[in-house]
């Protein structure tokens, strides 16, 4: 679905066979599928909470470090430093790292959002 929504059909992502014959010798997902999916483990995981989110100001860096084969599961782990904005809102850093189910490292990134105050909270 991922190929279908962004037009990327890169055999490593569609073509089983051709994939098969590639260093990762089978399919393997999109690496900006697999920012999208931990960046919502994220927001599952209450960093980013829709209540005070406000807009994802940069991603400041991706690594691809590892394939994310078929039947992954994923987890992402997070560190996060808030600031005052000069807007008056809150500004967050996150720094993350996501994982499969051996403990292998597959990604590593930096986000910066924008919060809204906390005396916008109600």
């Given at each position: 679905?991922?190929?279908?929504?962004?037009?990327d059909?890169?055999?490593?992502?569609?073509?089983?066979e051709?994939?098969g014959?590639?260093a990762?010798?089978?399919?393997?997902?999109?690496?900006?599928?697999t920012l999208s999916?931990s960046?919502?483990l994220?927001?599952?995981?209450?960093?980013?909470?829709p209540a005070?989110?406000?807009?994802?100001?940069?991603?400041?860096?991706?690594?691809?470090?590892?394939?994310?084969?078929?039947?992954?599961t994923l987890?992402?782990?997070?560190?996060?430093?808030?600031e005052a904005?000069?807007r008056?809102t809150v500004?967050?850093?996150?720094?993350?790292?996501t994982?499969?189910q051996r403990?292998?490292?597959?990604?590593?990134?930096g986000?910066?959002?924008?919060?809204?105050?906390?005396?916008?909270?109600?």
């Amino acid at each position: 679905m991922f190929s279908y929504f962004t037009g990327d059909w890169t055999y490593l992502h569609s073509d089983k066979e051709a994939a098969g014959k590639s260093a990762f010798g089978e399919r393997i997902a999109h690496g900006y599928m697999t920012l999208s999916v931990s960046l919502g483990l994220m927001v599952r995981s209450g960093v980013i909470d829709p209540a005070v989110f406000r807009a994802l100001k940069s991603i400041e860096y991706v690594r691809f470090i590892g394939p994310v084969k078929i039947g992954d599961t994923l987890t992402v782990f997070y560190s996060s430093k808030r600031e005052a904005s000069r807007r008056g809102t809150v500004c967050v850093k996150t720094d993350a790292h996501t994982i499969n189910q051996r403990n292998e490292t597959v990604m590593e990134f930096g986000t910066t959002h924008l919060e809204k105050a906390p005396a916008e909270i109600r």
